[in-house]
């Protein structure tokens, strides 16, 4: 796609997901009043409305789209255009059971939940593009639309023999021949020596199958990050073709998520803008400190993947969270504020109004159960809306920083894998935000980078437990050093 860029918007973007296909056509307008009266500038349509978009295969309905945007537009509100293709249609799982995913054991998923397709199945990935093409040919030049948002949270991996297969193919592209795998994986160790490839399986976590080899653990989900990337850019080519000059991203799971097994950086530089999903939790006791610094330095990498440029928050909790207190009062400014000032030009929740059924019923959202403005939640959302009008001279504003803190993903799990190490001592996420921590209590901005980005506008580069490098990394660090930067390095 390019270097990653926002396009300079009009205002700051505040909405969030919002699922018109739920409800009937009255709830619909009583909307389109509260959205004026919060301040929503624009709302993200059809996250997961794969069914109500093509209730059958090949036979596209978007007559209820078509209305609800017109309504939107005629209101003055713009729109974000999410493609539906994280949560598949309950006739493709019956028509195409390979599809679906297969867990660890080889055991195929049912129907179910949502992120349950199969990352390389033809099947899959044809009907995701035909309906991505189908969107951009009807919307993709709509005066309301503001940019796109592909898919959702890409999470987890497939097992299945497509699977397998796939990523023999990547391992060979990657090393050329067994022997050079072996010596990087070092497999003579417990007689793990592969002579043919098909004896290379994914691994399986312990107590089940092949977990011990940490190199192929370190490989399995550096290909899965770049099967989610595949996933991507198969939905944004053909949206590109239909609706040129329209940015194009993709929401990213909080970075600290232990269930992701993606990589960012795989992703990122394929986006026009790099976006994430924000849930801090502050509950105004004496953790909110470190659960802003957590907050900040998670903003802080995906500025970073944007090359320290704005990039968006796409999601953040309105109300309470499932199984959660409400929120504080002021909880939700601060958040805002915060994202603000990391460099985000967007404020965006999950959800805007709560389903009346299904898992996340009780999950936050902008209009409550009891339907109406009448609540704290939305007065504060309300004022919120009004606050980035006041202060919208200030969008697309960059940060000027001069430190960086490095962080990868594959040290991360580098260090996770290491089973003799000591836990203390391999805490690889909580060692680099207690380098970035004292720079953010003093006031000192820091964006945190992956170590092969450029290093040349940093003063300080801090690199802790930098166990794991790339040839690309070692060099960008060298030449840093040689430049007359100044690295910080520790243990490993």
Known sequence: MGTPTLTKLPAFI??????????????????????????????TLCVFAWVALEPEEGRYDFTW??????????????????????????WMSQQYPETLRVR????????????????????????????????????????GLLL??????????????????????????????LTTLNKAWWTRFWCHEYTNWEQIRSPQPWPHGEWSIQGLWLDWRRFTGEQHAK??????????????????????????????????????????????????????????????????FQHSVYRGLNNGRPYMMMESNPTAGPGTKQQRPGA????????????????????????????????????????????????????????????????GSEIPSEIGIVFDQEIHWALELSTNARWDERDYIDSCMSH???????????????????LSQYKIV???????????????LRRYVENGGCLILTYW
């Open 14 to 43: 505040h909405g969030g997901d919002y699922n018109p296909e739920q409800w009937s056509e009255d709830i619909w307008e009583e909307d389109i009043r509260l959205m004026k009266l919060a301040g929503v500038n624009a709302p």
């Open 65 to 90: 789209l078509d209305t609800i945007i017109q309504k939107l537009t005629d209101n003055d509100i713009s729109f974000v255009m999410a493609t539906p293709s994280a949560a598949t249609p309950q």
């Open 104 to 143: 660890h054991d080889g055991v195929r998923h049912p129907h179910k939940v949502r992120v349950n397709y199969c990352l390389s199945s033809p099947v899959y990935k044809n009907a995701a593009r035909k309906m991505a093409e189908a969107l951009a040919k009807r919307y993709g030049n709509h005066p």
């Open 148 to 177: 796109w948002h592909i898919n959702n949270e890409y999470h987890n991996d497939c097992h299945c023999d497509i699977c397998q297969n796939e990523f023999r193919e990547w391992l060979k592209n990657r090393y050329q021949d």
């Open 231 to 296: 996933l991507w850019l198969n939905e944004a080519e053909v949206i590109k073709q239909h609706s040129p000059g329209i940015p194009l991203t993709h929401n990213m799971h909080a970075l600290l998520n232990e269930e992701l097994i993606t990589q960012w950086k795989a992703l990122s530089p394929h986006l026009d803008f790099v976006s994430w999903d924000n849930y801090p939790g502050y509950q105004d006791n004496n953790g909110d400190i470190q659960r802003a610094i957590t907050c900040a």
């Open 332 to 395: 939700l400014r601060r958040t805002a504020l915060q994202a603000i000032g990391h460099g985000s030009d967007s404020v965006m929740y999950f959800q805007w109004r709560n389903g009346r059924g299904e898992m996340e019923k009780f999950h936050g959202s902008m209009v409550e159960h009891r339907g109406d403005e009448h609540t704290r939640a939305f007065q504060e959302i309300a004022r919120i809306g009004s606050e980035l009008e006041n202060i919208k001279e200030i969008i």
């Open 436 to 454: 970035f921590a004292p720079f953010w209590s003093s006031g000192v901005n820091a964006t945190v980078i992956p170590p092969e980005y450029d």
């Open 462 to 476: 801090v690199a802790p437990l930098l166990h794991l490098v790339t040839d690309a990394a070692a060099e960008n």
